[in-house]
């Protein structure tokens, strides 16, 4: 069962603009070193950048609960499968929201100039685990 969806885009250009004003100052306040790093590697940097700040907005609107207090956007981390598979990792009061039986799934999606990203949290419902008592 969806229990949070949430979606976002975002101009690629809008990011290059906000890194170019604010240089280190922006990408510590809104990514993990993990995230810059990752970011900063590729040849199309604001691309990616674009890519996990549309991620992380749409996972903020996917959980639209009141964790607005004593957030910050590194609990929110971005980062590749092996085989590109964008996910998600959480950290600080985020972290134990996800338990055994909720999982958080993202798909990104862009053009020369814009991203966009969906965040879906799923909940398996009771009648999804097989309980057997003899």
């Known amino acids: 069962m969806v229990i949070g969806i949430g979606i976002d885009i975002i101009e690629i250009d809008r990011v290059k603009k906000s890194v ?26 604001y691309q990616h950048l ?15 609960t009141a964790w607005d207090e004593g957030l910050s956007w590194q ?15 959480l950290s600080g009061k985020l972290k134990d929201f996800l338990s055994v039986d909720k ?6 999606s862009h ?13 398996n419902g009771s009648d999804a685990i097989s309980h057997n008592h003899y």
Request: charged share 30%; hydrophobic share 45%.
């Open 20 to 45: 170019d004003e604010f240089g280190d100052a922006f990408l510590k306040k809104i990514f993990t070193p993990r995230e810059i790093e990752y970011c900063l590697a590729k040849s199309n940097k």
């Open 50 to 64: 674009a890519a996990r700040f549309a991620a992380k907005e749409a996972v903020y609107k996917a959980l639209s």
């Open 75 to 89: 609990n929110i981390e971005i980062l590749n499968e092996i085989n590109g598979m964008p996910i998600v990792r």
């Open 103 to 108: 999982s958080l799934k993202i798909s990104i």
């Open 111 to 123: 053009s020369r100039d814009y991203v966009a990203v969906v965040a879906i949290i799923d909940k």
